[in-house]
């Protein structure tokens, strides 16, 4: 049986499809619904069982987790990609207890039923990337991110890391993934979907202006990896089992919001069109202008199939998803 915390989520919920493709039903996800409407990207999966975080917290810290698992099944691996995803949230604590401690727990239940466990880190712990977005173990206690969500993460890497468990276990460095699903995720939705809300109310796209001389206007940039690729390399480390460590999971590119919008334009059927506003002061100092995935390492992992174009997966994102007002697996 599979575990899928934050299994509603844009990347969660694309891992479920995925796997229900493949045939495979044996899934428990675990989330949290609250006042959202993510309980639409639930509607269309296949999936044993459900349970609100709290209540899997409890199973993890009662150590009554075997026992729960439907038809008593025995657990394969937990896929961790639960947290708080906000790189804006003020909440320290909150974000440790929530990023930190869980993934923690989760860990090593999945550790003591000799299970797989793969969980999400970010591309947030590269910080201004100016040691680059190398996914070397080693680089780890160097990087320094510029959030408490970046911060977060980079705990439980290196939590992970000093206890020697990145031998045993995987842990991904998703960089700006996007795709359908991702309607619940308010100020945190990509540039797609809300550039696809603005068009459609405006014919306009408002995108910030650089406050740096080497960066045009709209010419920051950014690796962006559509969430159907997101999910199939995940999932190339629960059939790799002798793959382990960090791993960055992107397009390996580069893309300027400007192309990015580009795309959003021709795939809506509507000429270009941007108005350039200010960034505001707030983030302009934590605002990374440049990442990009290096993507060495997870090929060399044995993972080869080709990572879909951004117009080409825009298109697919606008047409098949947003248009009809479709998610995945409808």
Request: with cysteine; aromatic share 10%.
């Amino acid at each position: 049986m599979i575990i899928v915390t934050g299994g509603a989520g844009l990347i969660g919920s694309a891992i479920v499809q995925r796997l229900n493709e493949q045939g495979r039903e044996d899934i428990l996800i675990v989330d949290h619904l609250g006042h959202t409407d993510k309980w639409r990207n639930l509607a269309p999966l296949r999936f044993i069982d459900y349970l609100e975080k709290d209540a899997f917290e409890t199973l993890l810290d009662t150590g009554t987790l075997p026992g729960r698992l439907p038809g008593g099944r025995t657990l394969d691996a937990i896929i961790h990609l639960g947290a708080c995803s906000a790189t804006t949230e003020p909440d320290a604590t909150y974000l440790i207890r929530n990023n930190f401690e869980y993934s923690r727990k989760a860990a090593l239940t999945a550790l003591a039923a000799n299970a797989r466990f793969i969980y999400a880190s970010s591309a947030a712990t590269y910080g201004d990337g100016e040691l680059g977005f190398v996914d070397e173990e080693s680089q780890l206690p160097l990087l320094r991110p510029m959030n408490m969500y970046g911060y977060s993460k980079q705990l439980f890497d290196l939590w992970a890391l000093r206890q020697d468990l990145l031998t045993k276990i995987v842990g991904i460095k998703y960089f700006n993934v996007y795709g359908p699903n991702e309607q619940h995720k308010g100020e945190m939705r990509s540039l797609v979907l809300k550039a696809y809300e603005q068009i459609s109310t405006t014919g306009t796209l408002r995108l910030f202006k650089s406050h740096r001389a080497a960066y045009g206007d709209g010419e920051q940039l950014r690796d962006f990896v559509y969430v159907k690729d997101a999910a199939a390399m995940t999932l190339h480390f629960l059939q790799n089992k002798e793959a382990n460590g960090i791993f960055n999971v992107g397009g390996g590119t580069t893309v300027s919001w400007n192309r990015l919008a580009g795309a959003v334009f021709t795939a809506m059927g509507k000429a270009v069109n941007i108005e350039y506003i200010d960034m505001p002061e707030s983030i302009r100092n934590t605002y990374q202008y440049l990442t990009c995935a290096e993507t060495s390492k997870i090929r060399a992992a044995g993972y080869t199939d080709p990572v879909i174009a951004v117009e080409d997966a825009v298109d697919d994102y606008i047409r098949n998803y947003l248009l009809p007002g479709k998610r995945l697996g409808d």
